[in-house]
């Protein structure tokens, strides 16, 4: 409880002091400090719902500052954490968001305990930013625990329990435990489409049609990724965000069946989508380029796929977390760009901080490390450092063998 408190004068002392016109108004006539904490949070989740995150920040920091007050404090508290970082979470904030995450989950295991089912939404909203951070041990901790509480509470048929699922399964795919991940998919799917969440359903398919892809099933994955497609167009609307996400899965399977040109259209439209619904600094906007720069890459456009690779770095390097896998991998796909146009002088040190942002999101062992090791080992045997590439190799084959084991068990 102590811990907590600290938490509180804390998050009291740097949030804004800031105060919207309209929150101040209403307040005047309230009757306690109370009655104006519930009204400007209520004006918050409006801000919130419009897209107006920085009123929405103002007004439940505020509310945050009014609630830390009563004492002893209240499940309300928590409701304004978990409403705050949802904004900073929506604004790709992701440290922000999992600091008050972190402070929801602390106070409702004081008020309720550590096991107790209303832990659940903070923890699955806290795997999701772990998992945006590149944070995948903290991300499957977090998803264990929630999982935990599901099963405690025999919720795996609740839009919660689903909610774990997605989340656990999104640290298993970055393991590499493909077979464990699509089965979670598969039953978080069917809680979805039970319950009738479109969104939920949609961002699923899309995850569904991901691992698959990993697992080498092209074929039905890009029948999911159409499908997501869909789905979010009648359900959601032409615009909206996972619309681009399905456009841009779409045109990943259609670059690993060789259609650059088919995959560089999709992506466009992706690009077009995203920028309506993001700000040019958005990691979105970064994730965008990256795809577009491999399509030119496969069409041998190695000056434009360049270009998409830097404008990408340069977004994601300032909207992500340094050691961000999406980092490591948009600096190896430039690597691999001056690579192959025998710029190895440029391509080597991008080699050297790419492997090393993988190491630290991933863990040294992780077979998702296998390209960019390959393409490492590559430039190096082209610059005749035949040592350095044999340990390249030896790495490889390690990891390659330890995963062929796992996946026996």
């Known amino acids: 409880m102590e811990r907590a408190f600290v938490v509180f004068l804390l998050l009291a002392s740097i949030l804004p002091a800031a105060q919207s016109p309209n929150s101040d108004h209403l ?8 009655e104006c904490a519930v009204i400007t949070n209520n004006l918050g989740t409006i801000y919130f719902s419009t897209g107006r995150y920085s009123d929405a920040e103002i007004s439940f920091s505020r509310a945050i500052v009014l609630w830390s007050t009563e004492t002893p404090p209240s499940e309300d508290l928590a409701k304004a954490f978990r409403n705050l970082a949802a904004v900073y979470q929506a604004e790709a904030r992701y440290s922000d968001a999992a600091t008050v995450y972190e402070s929801d989950i602390e106070l409702r295991t004081v008020l309720a305990g550590p096991s107790d089912i209303s832990l659940l939404p903070a923890l699955n909203e806290l795997g999701v930013v772990y998992v945006e951070k590149g944070d995948t041990i903290r991300a ?43 089965n979670l998919y598969r039953q978080a799917l069917a809680v979805y489409r039970h319950n009738s969440e479109p969104a939920c359903e949609v961002a699923v398919l899309n995850n569904l049609g991901r691992v698959l892809a990993d697992q080498g099933e092209q074929k039905e994955a890009q029948r999911i990724f159409e499908r997501a497609i869909d789905e979010a167009q009648q359900r959601l609307g032409p615009a909206h965000p996972d619309v681009a996400v399905g456009f841009g899965n779409l045109a990943k399977a259609m670059i690993a ?17 995203d920028r309506q619904n993001f700000g040019p600094g958005h990691p979105r906007i970064g994730f965008d380029l990256d795809n577009e720069g491999i399509a030119a890459a496969g069409r041998k456009r190695y000056s434009e796929a360049e270009q998409f690779f830097k404008q990408s770095a340069a977004i994601l390097e300032k909207a992500l977390p340094p050691n961000h896998p999406e980092i490591g991998n948009v600096l190896a796909r430039l690597a691999d760009v001056y690579r ?10 991008l080699y050297d901080r790419a492997l090393k942002t993988l190491e630290q999101a991933w863990g040294p062992e992780n077979p998702q490390l296998l390209s960019t ?9 082209t610059r005749q450092e035949y040592a350095e590439a044999e340990s390249m190799q030896v790495r490889s084959t390690k990891i390659r063998v330890a995963q062929a084991l796992r996946n026996l068990n």
């Open 27 to 34: 307040c005047h006539a309230a009757q306690s400090i109370r």
């Open 140 to 182: 499957e901790r977090t998803s264990a625990r929630a999982m935990s509480i599901v099963r405690a509470y025999q919720a795996e048929q609740t839009n919660p329990g689903a909610d774990a699922m997605n989340n656990l399964a999104l640290a298993y795919r970055q393991q590499g435990r493909l077979a464990d991940a699509e």
């Open 257 to 273: 069946k060789g259609k650059y040109s088919d995959a560089a259209a999709l992506l466009r439209r992706t690009e077009q989508i």
């Open 340 to 349: 192959l146009q025998g710029h190895l002088d440029e391509s080597e040190p």
């Open 373 to 381: 090791l390959s393409s490492y080992e590559a430039l190096l045997r």
